[in-house]
C-alpha cells in the first residue's frame, strides 16, 4: 500500500509544481497578492508530497518488497539494513526521487526561512524552482518511474552493484546532489532578479547563504567519492579525470567563481551581471552532469543508465533551462549599468582575477570532458582525453591562483598598495621559502617541479594566517586587545581564512601523493618479505571468510620500520553472488607521513598471491584539506549577517530598476 500512496504523492507533487511555476508567477507580474501569496505554501506543500513519496520507496527496500520492479533491479534479501537504504539512491530512478526531494527542500528553505525577501520577489524566486520541479518530476513520472510493479514479483532481486556497497558511497550521493540541487536556488535567485530587474547588495546577500551551503555539500560529496575511489577499488588513486568526476567538479569550479563575485557585488555594487551570469552557468552545469550520468554517452562506473530514450527526454528539458535562462539574460543585460570603479590592485581586482582563473579552469575541465563526444558525434573518430591533459592545463592555472589567494585578502577595496601588502606577507613568505629548501633537501632525487608546489601549499597556509593575524593584530597590539578582536571578528572572516589554509593543506596532499608515492607489485607467499619507503611487509598468509552476501580471501601484512612493529595490515579480496562480482578492499595505515596501502589479489598457485604495496606521502592531507575548508564554509555560514538582509531602497519602477541595476 506504502508504494501506491509513494506514487499518487509523487504524481500530486507534480500537479502542485505547475500550480507553484505559474500562479505567483502571474500574481507577481500583476501585483496580485493573493496569487503571490499562494507559493509559500505550496513550496512546503510540494516538499510534504515528495517525502511521502521517498519515505513509500525507501519502506519498500527496507522490507525488501520485490513486487516493486526497483527493488528487483536493485537490491537483495541478503544486503546489510545500511545498503539496502542507500540502494534506494544507487540506481537511475530512486537517485530521481531523491533529486527531487532535495530540490523541494531547498524551496521550502526559501519558503520557510525567505522571509527577509521581498514577497513578489520570493513568488518568482520559488516560481521558478517549482518548474525546474516540473522538469525531474514529469521526466521521473514519463521515463523513470521507481514505483512499477513487477508481476509476478521474483523470489529474490538482483542485487546492488557491490561497488556501491560501501558506505563511502553510501552517503557520496546525498552530499552530491545537495550540492548539485543547491545551486538551482542561485540559479532561481539569478532568473528571479532578471525578471524584477533587481540586482544589488540586498540580492548578493540573499543569494550567499544558499550558494555557500551548496558549495559546502558538493566539496564533501566530491572528497567523499574521492575517498572512496582510493580505498575501495584497489590501486589507491584518488582522482582519475573520469568524465562523471569532471562533471561534478566543473560546478563546484564555476560555484567557488560564484560566491566570490557575489561579495564584490554585496560590498562595491559592481560584477552584477557577470555574477548573474554566473549563478545561470553553475546550475547548468550541475544539469551537464546529470546529463552526462542518465544519458548513455558515458560507459562509466558512475553512470546511471544506458535508455537513449531518457537521455533525449534529459537533453531537451537541459536546453531548455539554459537556452530560456541565457535568453533571458540576454534580453536584460543591455539594460544593465555598470556599479562601482575600483583600480585592477584592489580587493576587487584580485576577486577578478580570481574568476578568470576559475572559469579558465572550468572551461578547461569543460573541453577536456566533452571534445570527445563532440568529436565522435560528428565525425564517429574516437579519441581518449586523459590525465595527461588535464594535468597539463589545469594544473598551471592553479598556481596563480593559489599564490594569488595568501595576498587578495590583504589588499583593501578600490585602490590597493600591492607593495604594502606584499611586505606583510613576508613571514609567509619565509615559511614557503624555508618549505622549499627543506623539501630540496630530503627529495634530492626530485621530482623538481614539485618541489616549489609543496612551497606554494605553505605560502597559502602561512598566508592565510597572516592575514588573520593582521585583523587581530596580532603582535602589534597588547594581548587583550588581540583576544577582544577575536571574539569580535565575524565569523565569515575566520571562515575565509580557514578555507584558504584547507586548499593549502588540500595542495600539499596532491603534490606529496603524486610525486613521491611508491608501489611495488609482486606475488609473495606466506613469510615472504618485501620492502618499500623503508618499510618491511611480511606476508602472514590468507584464510577465506564469509561475509553476509559475499566471500573473501583475507591477507594479512605485518609492517615493521627499522626492526620496530608498525601495524597490522588486512587486505580482502571479495567475491560477491548477487550480482557476481569480485571486489578489492585494501588495507590502510594512515600515517601522518603517509598511507601504508597493501592489497591482495589472485592466487598464484604454490601458495602466493598477486600483491599490491603502496608508500603514499601525505595522501589523507587532500581529504584533510577538504574539510577545513568545508569547516570553513560552514563557520561563514553561521555567521548572522548571511542570514539578515540588506537595507532594501524604495523602489522605484520597474523600467527605472533596471536601467539602474547590473555591471
Same mark, same amino acid.
Given at each position: ?15 502542485? !509544481? ?98 527577509? #525577501? ?18 525531474? #518530476? ?47 536556488? !542561485? ?15 540586498? *540580492? ?5 547563504? *544558499?550558494?555557500?551551503?551548496? /558549495? ?11 575517498? /572512496? ?18 562533471? %561534478? ?24 551581471? /557577470? ?29 546511471? !543508465? ?24 540576454? /534580453? ?112 634530492? +632525487? ?12 605553505? *605560502? ?24 577582544? +578582536? ?7 572572516? *575566520? ?44 606476508? +602472514?598468509? !590468507? ?40 571486489? %578489492? ?52 555560514? %553561521? ?25
Amino acid at each position: 500500500m506504502w508504494v501506491e500512496v509513494g506514487h499518487f504523492a509523487f504524481a500530486m507533487a507534480l500537479v502542485v !509544481a505547475l500550480v507553484q511555476g505559474t500562479l505567483p508567477l502571474l500574481g507577481a507580474h500583476r501585483g496580485d497578492a493573493g496569487l503571490i501569496a499562494l507559493a509559500r505554501p505550496a513550496a512546503v506543500l510540494q516538499l510534504v508530497l515528495v517525502a511521502v513519496a521517498f519515505a513509500g520507496l525507501t519502506q519498500a527496500y527496507v522490507t525488501s518488497d520485490f513486487s516493486v520492479l526497483n527493488v528487483v533491479n536493485n537490491s537483495h534479501s541478503a544486503k546489510p539494513m545500511l545498503y539496502k537504504i542507500s540502494g534506494v539512491w544507487g540506481n537511475h530512478e530512486g537517485s530521481l526521487v531523491l533529486w527531487v526531494l532535495i530540490l523541494a527542500l531547498f524551496g521550502a528553505g526559501v519558503a520557510l526561512f525567505g522571509r527577509n #525577501l521581498p514577497p513578489a520577489f520570493r513568488a518568482r524566486v520559488l516560481a521558478v524552482q517549482a518548474l525546474i520541479a516540473v522538469g525531474f #518530476l514529469a521526466f521521473s513520472l514519463f521515463t523513470s518511474n521507481p514505483f512499477l510493479r513487477a508481476l509476478p514479483p521474483p523470489a529474490d532481486g538482483n542485487g546492488l552493484n557491490p561497488l556501491l556497497q560501501d558506505p563511502g558511497l553510501a552517503f557520496h550521493p546525498p552530499f552530491l546532489y545537495l550540492g548539485y540541487v543547491g545551486f538551482s536556488i !542561485a540559479y532561481s535567485f539569478a532568473v528571479a532578479a532578471l525578471l524584477e530587474g533587481r540586482v544589488d547588495a540586498a *540580492w548578493a546577500r540573499w543569494v550567499r547563504p *544558499w550558494t555557500l551551503a551548496a /558549495w559546502c555539500a558538493l566539496t564533501v560529496g566530491i572528497a567523499l567519492g574521492s575517498w /572512496w575511489a582510493y580505498y575501495e577499488l584497489g590501486w589507491g588513486g584518488w582522482w582519475f579525470w573520469d568524465p562523471v568526476e569532471n562533471a %561534478s567538479f566543473m560546478p563546484w569550479l564555476s560555484g567557488t567563481a560564484l560566491l566570490h563575485s557575489a561579495i564584490v557585488v554585496e560590498k562595491r555594487d559592481t560584477l552584477k551581471s /557577470w555574477t548573474i551570469l554566473l549563478a545561470i552557468l553553475t546550475f547548468s552545469l550541475s544539469l551537464l552532469g546529470t546529463f552526462l550520468v542518465r544519458s548513455g554517452v558515458l560507459t562509466s562506473v558512475h553512470a546511471f !543508465a544506458t535508455d537513449p530514450t531518457r537521455g533525449v527526454f534529459i537533453l531537451a528539458f537541459f536546453v531548455l533551462v539554459v537556452a530560456g535562462s541565457l535568453a533571458l539574460y540576454a /534580453w536584460r543585460a543591455p539594460a544593465l549599468k555598470p556599479g562601482g570603479l575600483f583600480q585592477p590592485v584592489s580587493r576587487e581586482g584580485a576577486l577578478v582575477l580570481n574568476n578568470l582563473l576559475l572559469a579558465t579552469a572550468c572551461g578547461t575541465v569543460f573541453l577536456g570532458t566533452l571534445y570527445p563526444l563532440f568529436l565522435d558525434a560528428l565525425t564517429g573518430d574516437k579519441v581518449s582525453v586523459g590525465p595527461p591533459f588535464f594535468n597539463l592545463t589545469f594544473g598551471p592555472l592553479m598556481v596563480p591562483l593559489i599564490a594569488a589567494m595568501a595576498v587578495g585578502p590583504m589588499l583593501s577595496w578600490k585602490r590597493a598598495d600591492l607593495a604594502g601588502a606584499l611586505a606583510r606577507l613576508k613571514f609567509a613568505f619565509a615559511a614557503a621559502l624555508l618549505a622549499t629548501l627543506a623539501a630540496a633537501a630530503l627529495a634530492h +632525487r626530485g621530482p623538481w617541479l614539485a618541489i616549489p608546489l609543496l612551497g606554494l601549499g605553505v *605560502w597559502a597556509i602561512t598566508g592565510s594566517l597572516v592575514e588573520l593575524a593582521e585583523r587581530l593584530k596580532l603582535f602589534r597590539a597588547p594581548l587583550s586587545d588581540s583576544l577582544s +578582536r577575536a571574539g569580535h571578528l565575524p565569523r565569515a572572516a *575566520w571562515g575565509m581564512s580557514l578555507a584558504h589554509a584547507g586548499m593549502g593543506v588540500m595542495l600539499l596532499g596532491v603534490v606529496g601523493a603524486s610525486a613521491w608515492q611508491q608501489e611495488q607489485l609482486q606475488v609473495m607467499r606466506p613469510g615472504q618479505q618485501a620492502t618499500l619507503a623503508g618499510y618491511s611487509f611480511t606476508f +602472514r598468509g !590468507a584464510r577465506p571468510v564469509q561475509g553476509p552476501n559475499y566471500s573473501a580471501i583475507e591477507g594479512s601484512f605485518q609492517v615493521t620500520r627499522d626492526g620496530r612493529e608498525v601495524g597490522l595490515l588486512v587486505s580482502q579480496s571479495r567475491t560477491f553472488r548477487n550480482p557476481p562480482m569480485q571486489t %578489492s578492499e585494501a588495507a590502510i595505515r594512515p600515517r601522518p607521513s603517509g598511507d601504508l596501502y597493501a592489497v591482495i589479489g589472485e592466487p598464484a598457485g604454490d601458495g602466493g598471491y598477486a600483491t599490491r604495496l603502496y608508500h603514499k606521502p601525505l595522501v589523507h592531507w587532500i581529504w584533510g584539506g577538504a574539510m577545513i575548508m568545508v569547516l570553513g564554509g560552514l563557520l561563514s555560514l %553561521s555567521d548572522r549577517r548571511l542570514r539578515v538582509g540588506s537595507p532594501v531602497r524604495r523602489r522605484a519602477p520597474a523600467g527605472v530598476a533596471l536601467a539602474g541595476a547590473g555591471d
